[in-house]
T-cell receptor
Framework: QQQVKQSPQSLIVQKGGISIINCAYE??????FPWYQQFPGKGPALLIA?????SEKKEGRFTISFNKSAKQFSLHIMDSQPGDSATYFC???????????FGRGTSLIVHP | EAEVAQSPRYKITEKSQAVAFWCDPI?????LYWYRQILGQGPELLVQ????????DSQLPKDRFSAERLKGVDSTLKIQPAELGDSAMYLC????????????FGPGTRLTVL
């Protein structure tokens, strides 16, 4: 059973455009929602994270939008750059647990 | 910048053979994690150590997988015998004690079982 559903599987964006990746969850015990960025040949790296008590968190060009009632959250990459080309994973972690459950990942390609 | 080290980076083996992966966490990180990442999917936890003790190995296939962290520093993950379905990326991560939200991942070992 996939606890965190991520879409799209792949995304192609032109330089300067907005990249949007969506995730949905069912488990209401989740209370921490990180996003990871993974480049080829590298392990995932924490990009940005949010807790359900806020609806939006912004760090530079990266923004998480969180909709608690819909049990959905999304990553927005503004002014996308070729260097943003990577695989992005959303994740969710229940309170009292140390380990996040990952989505299947989105392969983002930003064309110059 | 301190990084999690893993070796080998790539491993090709035949089924029924034994394989071992090594991980050296960031210095001072008491918590160490082994994940398996199947192609096209997100990482899934196999085992978590706090110092030399196993905290969670509920997802570790114990009939063929074993993990140890004898001195509470570096760690070894072993598979014996390897099966075709074990082909995946094996990732090691570490974090400071209590800082579970800040896991630092190594580059991984890509295992191919023929």
């Amino acid at each position: 059973q996939q606890q965190v559903k991520q879409s799209p599987q792949s995304l192609i964006v032109q330089k300067g455009g907005i990249s949007i990746i969506n995730c949905a969850y069912e488990n209401t015990a989740f209370d921490y929602f990180p996003w990871y960025q993974q480049f080829p040949g590298k392990g995932p790296a924490l990009l940005i994270a949010i807790r359900p008590d806020v609806s939006e968190k912004k760090e530079g060009r990266f923004t998480i939008s969180f909709n608690k009632s819909a049990k959905q959250f999304s990553l927005h990459i503004m002014d996308s750059q070729p260097g943003d080309s990577a695989t992005y994973f959303c994740a969710a972690r229940p309170g009292g647990s140390y380990i996040p459950t990952f989505g299947r990942g989105t392969s983002l390609i930003v064309h110059p | 910048e301190a990084e999690v080290a893993q070796s080998p980076r790539y491993k090709i083996t035949e089924k029924s053979q034994a394989v071992a992966f090594w991980c050296d966490p960031i210095s001072g990180h008491a918590t160490l994690y082994w994940y398996r990442q199947i192609l096209g999917q997100g990482p899934e936890l196999l085992v978590q150590f706090q110092d030399e003790s196993v905290v969670d190995d509920s997802q570790l296939p114990k009939d063929r997988f074993s993990a140890e962290r004898l001195k509470g520093v570096d760690s070894t993950l072993k598979i014996q015998p390897a099966e075709l379905g074990d082909s995946a990326m094996y990732l090691c991560a570490s974090s400071l004690e209590g800082r579970y939200n800040e896991q630092f991942f190594g580059p991984g070992t890509r295992l191919t079982v023929l």
